[in-house]
């Protein structure tokens, strides 16, 4: 969601791809664009396949001749970004892994999830401390604006809600944080996507493809 996000601030044509992540994404079919069948996926205008949240917005940071959700490269504001961005796509996303865990095994026993439940709320709690120290004083993570930190953030921050994990208004910053970055036109858009509308959007998005004619033409 993030990263429609950011595509949509940028500004640049682009279409779209909904992946079932429960019915169409562990398979072999999808598994050729992704081997590790896992999403996101961009297909570059080069007809190149890209994985990898960090390594597509870094794609999409060099296209960013605006700076609309970026900086340039040798500002602090980079740097920051950068840093915040790395942040919540490793230890911030990770802590949240033993409650997908308990989630999705079902078999287990009860204590097992117990165990991976209470470990992995004193994981989130932890990762949130440190997040909420690494706030500034700024409105946006990286500066006065939006950029792919908060757009990198929105899209984990409300596992939080879904897992019941933490108590949201205990991290005031992030709290007020979220509020700014979901008030923010594009990540409406990127969200009303989510949820399967069609929203006007700002015109970059010219289209949705399904996800047959994308591994027709671009699955190795």
């Known amino acids: 969601m993030g990263l429609v996000a950011a595509f949509e601030q940028v500004g640049q044509p682009y279409r779209l791809c909904r992946v079932d992540m429960l019915n169409e994404m562990k398979n072999d079919?999808?598994?050729?664009?992704?081997?590790?069948?896992?999403t996101p996926v961009l297909i570059t205008d080069k007809g190149a396949v890209l994985t990898e949240t960090m390594a597509i917005a870094a794609w999409l940071a060099a296209r960013d001749t605006k700076r609309r959700i970026s900086f340039d490269p040798r500002s602090p504001q980079a740097d920051r970004m950068h840093q915040l961005m790395a942040f919540v796509n490793t230890g911030f996303t990770a802590a949240f892994t033993p409650l997908w865990v308990a989630l999705e095994a079902e078999d287990e026993k009860p204590e097992t999830l117990a165990l991976l439940r209470d470990f992995g709320r004193?994981?989130?709690?932890?990762?949130?401390?440190?997040?909420?120290?690494?706030?500034?004083d700024t409105p946006f993570l990286a500066?006065?604006?939006?950029?792919?930190?908060?757009?990198?953030?929105?899209?984990?921050?409300?596992?939080?809600?879904?897992?019941?994990?933490?108590?949201?208004?205990?991290?005031?910053?992030?709290?007020?944080?979220?509020?700014?970055?979901?008030?923010?036109?594009?990540?409406?858009?990127?969200?009303?996507?989510?949820?399967?509308?069609?929203?006007?959007?700002?015109?970059?998005?010219?289209?949705?493809?399904?996800?047959?004619?994308?591994?027709?033409?671009?699955?190795?």
């Open 122 to 136: 004193k994981s989130v709690a932890e990762r949130h401390e440190k997040l909420e120290a690494m706030i500034g």
């Open 143 to 220: 500066g006065d604006r939006l950029s792919l930190a908060d757009t990198t953030l929105i899209g984990v921050a409300r596992w939080a809600q879904f897992h019941q994990a933490v108590d949201g208004s205990a991290y005031p910053k992030l709290a007020a944080l979220r509020r700014r970055i979901e008030a923010e036109p594009v990540v409406q858009y990127a969200l009303a996507i989510e949820d399967g509308e069609r929203p006007a959007g700002f015109g970059a998005c010219v289209g949705h493809l399904p996800l047959a004619e994308v591994i027709s033409r671009f699955a190795a």
């Open 29 to 38: 079919a999808y598994g050729r664009l992704n081997g590790r069948q896992e």
